[in-house]
């Protein structure tokens, strides 16, 4: 009786860590296939023609790195990254405003 619950309580351990390893290589090959996806959609933002130089909210130029665009009345405007993007979705007429 003690030697069947050895052996099970092992085999327990055993599935257990195969089952580990599994999802952790399964982890590593989705973000592989989200950074090789980024990049492409970074070089095709570089050709963009852009309504303004400068990053709206934080005045940032956009030549040093543009992280996201918006379309806005016709018009697409370059950001540093998607939180200066976010925060200039809330209030766009009041970032067009300033200078």
């Given at each position: 009786?003690?030697?069947?619950v050895i052996?099970?309580?092992?085999?327990?351990?055993?599935?257990?860590?195969?089952?580990?390893s599994a999802?952790?290589?399964?982890?590593?090959?989705?973000?592989?296939?989200?950074?090789?996806?980024?990049?492409?959609?970074?070089?095709?933002?570089?050709?963009?023609?852009?309504?303004?130089?400068?990053?709206?909210?934080?005045?940032m130029p956009?030549?040093?790195?543009?992280?996201?665009?918006?379309?806005?009345?016709?018009?697409?405007?370059?950001?540093?990254?998607?939180?200066?993007?976010?925060?200039?979705?809330?209030?766009?007429?009041?970032?067009?405003?300033?200078?």
């Amino acid at each position: 009786m003690k030697k069947t619950v050895i052996t099970l309580a092992l085999c327990t351990i055993v599935l257990f860590a195969c089952n580990q390893s599994a999802d952790k290589t399964a982890a590593t090959k989705d973000t592989t296939a989200m950074t090789t996806v980024d990049t492409t959609v970074s070089n095709n933002l570089s050709s963009l023609t852009l309504a303004a130089d400068k990053d709206k909210v934080c005045g940032m130029p956009i030549s040093a790195g543009l992280g996201d665009t918006s379309l806005y009345k016709g018009a697409i405007y370059g950001f540093c990254s998607k939180e200066c993007k976010d925060e200039f979705l809330k209030n766009p007429d009041g970032y067009l405003a300033q200078k």
